[in-house]
């Protein structure tokens, strides 16, 4: 603290009274500053503690920063008595100094000469001069320890410990209500991470882009593997057309069973909900991710922020009513469509965590627009919208690819059936680019190899030699024999023959199964259908119905 002083060039001579004033001085202004911070103490103890028994007893507010505010009152008080104005000045010092010693003013004359002019200055400079040696500031200016005072801080302090100990009583539910607050807070934060979190993975490996590429690379080596067939070399052909396969098989397995799983047989049992506009709408949404389209989806997830938006601002109750049922069937059927519709995992969460969020949205728009939640709750749902689009355009991506692949499959065993038959030429494949092309071009080869004139045959015996000797073997196929069309039936009345119905039909049932391992085996069925009709098969029990 700066001790206001005149000029030294005007003061009289001699320093020793000096620094006994300027050393009192300095002694005065550190009592005054203790005694006004203690007071300053009990105030703000007293206002402290009262707010807490007030936060505690009514629960109407919470004080934040409990722990650290009881550390920080003394370091408060201490800051309040120092800027306090109305400090000591050297006067009061130098009365302080006269008052202690008894030289009847002559420190305070001194103080008041000091800059003045007149002959008699040296003489009472002399004089204090040689009194100031025998003089001690901490006897003139005692610092006192005060035990009364020193008693109540105490009782401060331990009040201060102590008012913590007050139990939290909420008869206005306040506190209550706080506390869900806080606990939806903590939910939407740690929701918040989880979003932005699968976000940077997606931004940071551009997943759908490496997918896709490792799906046209392997379309192009079939491609090529069908180019680099030749005529009537049935072996070499079959070894091309092998590596190709494994490769698509490949990219194909992967994709179903980590993206997709079997989201492409969910159509049967979203047809079976088309009695309700939900069911309807989930049907939708399913054929448009199986068509690799998020059109319909982006654009219901666009609409509930829109009303969600609309329900935190709105006052009017009746509106707030209708947004909060509408918004209810909405999230309702986006949570029915993620957990039971879809096949990703990803997806699933993604759409789960925003309706989640939407719905505590609404609920806290609904109690109080005001409420932080809401606003949080908001902004936590509009990024896992954003991640709900990044996984719909990769779910999208994986059907459109798998669509290719099933494609690709299917003009594969086209072209196996070409080599049987010595029909596979890869130099009529030059210039064709897309599936389709060779899909178009396979089907042509079959059509030719295998003309249809239209015409009826005349009739009448054939010319034949049965002496005649030929290469024919007799022998049997090894192919299973499965049983044709019933081209005719005759009911008679009397005692049919005996047999064992049930047996009859869990052999027919049997061979209906190995039948179509089979056909599965010799890649007969394209990829996309097998766990539709081997779930479709399964579900036929081997013991016939009671009373047939």
Not at 1 to 14: F, K, V
Not at 189 to 206: D, M, N, P, Y
Not at 277 to 293: P, R
Request: charged content about 30%.
């Amino acid at each position: 603290m700066p001790i206001p002083s005149q000029s030294a060039a005007l003061r009289p001579a001699g320093t020793g009274w000096q620094r006994l004033v300027d050393h009192t001085l300095w002694r005065l202004r550190g009592a005054v500053v203790a005694r006004r911070a203690l007071v300053a103490f009990f105030a703000l103890g007293a206002i402290y503690c009262a707010a807490v028994l007030g936060a505690r007893l009514t629960g109407i507010f919470a004080l934040t920063g409990q722990p650290l505010i009881p550390a920080l009152l003394p370091v408060a008080a201490l800051a309040i008595g120092a800027a306090w104005p109305r400090r000591p000045t050297p006067r009061d010092a130098a009365r302080a100094v006269d008052r202690g010693a008894a030289t009847h003013d002559l420190y305070l004359t001194m103080v008041l000469l000091d800059g003045s002019a007149g002959e008699y200055q040296p003489l009472v400079a002399a004089k204090a001069e040689a009194r100031a040696a025998t003089i001690r500031p901490r006897e003139v200016a005692p610092l006192r320890f005060n035990r009364r005072l020193a008693t109540i801080a105490a009782v401060f302090a331990v009040a201060i410990a102590g008012v913590h100990f007050v139990p939290q009583l909420d008869p206005f539910g306040k506190v209550a209500a706080a506390e869900e607050t806080r606990e939806e807070l903590r939910h939407i934060e740690e929701s918040k991470q989880a979003t932005q979190e699968r976000l940077a993975k997606i931004e940071r490996e551009s997943l759908s882009d490496a997918q896709a590429k490792e799906v046209k690379q392997a379309l192009d080596d079939l491609k090529a593997a069908m180019k680099g067939t030749q005529l009537k070399a049935r072996q070499a052909n079959f070894k091309l057309l092998a590596g190709a396969q494994k490769t698509v098989a490949g990219e194909w397995r992967k994709i179903s069973s980590e993206k997709l799983n079997d989201l492409f047989s969910k159509s049967s049992a979203a047809s079976q909900q088309m009695g309700s506009s939900s069911g309807a709408m989930s049907k939708k949404w399913l054929d448009d991710l199986q068509a690799g389209s998020t059109e319909s989806l982006k654009k219901e997830l666009s609409s509930v922020q829109r009303d969600l938006e609309e329900l935190a601002k709105t006052q009017d109750p009746a509106r707030k009513a209708e947004l909060t049922q509408k918004l209810r069937e909405r999230l309702d059927a986006l949570t029915q469509f993620a957990e039971e519709q879809t096949g990703s995992k990803t997806l699933a969460a993604a759409l789960k965590r925003t309706q989640e969020q939407m719905r505590m949205a609404a609920k806290a728009a609904a109690g109080d627009p005001k409420d932080p939640a809401t606003e949080e709750a908001l902004k936590a749902a509009a990024e896992s919208a954003k991640l709900a689009d990044k996984e719909l355009e990769q779910i999208a991506q994986s059907a459109k690819d798998l669509k290719d692949l099933e494609q690709a499959l299917s003009v594969l065993q086209m072209a196996k059936n070409l080599n049987n038959k010595d029909l596979l030429d890869g130099q009529k494949m030059e210039g064709l680019q897309s599936m389709a092309e060779y899909e178009a071009m396979y089907d042509k080869l079959m059509k030719d190899a295998t003309p249809d004139t239209g015409e009826f045959g005349e009739g009448g015996p054939v010319d034949e030699n049965d002496s005649k000797k030929s290469k024919f073997k007799t022998e049997l196929s090894k192919s299973q024999i499965s049983k044709g069309k019933v081209l005719l039936t005759l009911k008679t009345k009397g005692m049919g023959e005996h047999a064992d119905v049930k047996e009859q039909y869990r052999s027919a049932v049997r061979d209906v199964k190995q039948g179509l391992s089979e056909a599965i085996l010799r890649e007969e069925i394209p990829p996309g259908y097998h766990e539709g009709i081997k779930g479709y098969f399964d579900s036929i029990e081997e013991t016939p119905p009671a009373g047939k």
